[in-house]
């Protein structure tokens, strides 16, 4: 089998235009190069250092609201 001539190639892409059209094909085309962007910029989002938190030597913080005093703990 030999190489495609330049026929081949023009008939491959007549077809394809008459598939998907000459709009749909640019916006299919538009719509790649906005999701490769919007990828770009969330990888470089990522990027970024997040600040650790701020914890103060010696204390411990909890995130477990503190418990309510009841009748049986308030008797003891």
Known sequence: MGSFSIWHWLVVGILVLLLFGKGRFSDMMGDVAKGIKSFKKGM???????????QIEGQRISDAPAPTPTAETERR
Do not use: G, L, M
């Open 44 to 54: 470089a989002d990522d990027d970024t250092p997040t600040p650790a938190p701020k």
